[in-house]
């Protein structure tokens, strides 16, 4: 991670979408055999208001398979419950309180 440089954005990070999407390939049948997740972040993850704001107002959302809202902290349990791990690393200590 040395030489990693932050630049540009001013809100949280969208950890839930990755974390949503890693699901759905872990539970395709046709996918490829996911055996682990990794995080890198400069910001900490999306706060369940913000979430639920910006699913209902941003319309790429709507009608997606990533409609429903989650959250990062659950989808890690499920990842969990489905052995497989997830690694995340800060680059901005802003983002520590997640990762």
């Not at 046709?30 to 900490?44: E, H, K, R, T």
């Not at 941003?58 to 990533?66: A, T």
């Not at 409609?67 to 791990?85: F, G, H, M, R, S």
Request: hydrophobic fraction near 40%; include cysteine.
């Amino acid at each position: 991670m040395d030489g990693i440089e932050v630049s540009g954005g001013i809100y949280e990070e969208a950890v839930e979408i990755g974390l949503q999407h890693a699901i759905f390939e872990a539970n395709n049948s046709g996918s490829i055999n996911l055996s682990q997740v990794f995080i890198i972040g400069d910001a900490p993850a999306n706060p369940p208001d913000s979430i639920m704001r910006r699913r209902s107002n941003e319309k790429k959302w709507q009608g997606s398979k990533y409609a429903t809202p989650v959250y990062w902290d659950q989808e890690c349990k499920k990842l969990k419950a489905l052995n497989i791990p997830v690694h995340a690393f800060f680059v901005n200590n802003w983002a520590q309180e997640n990762f």
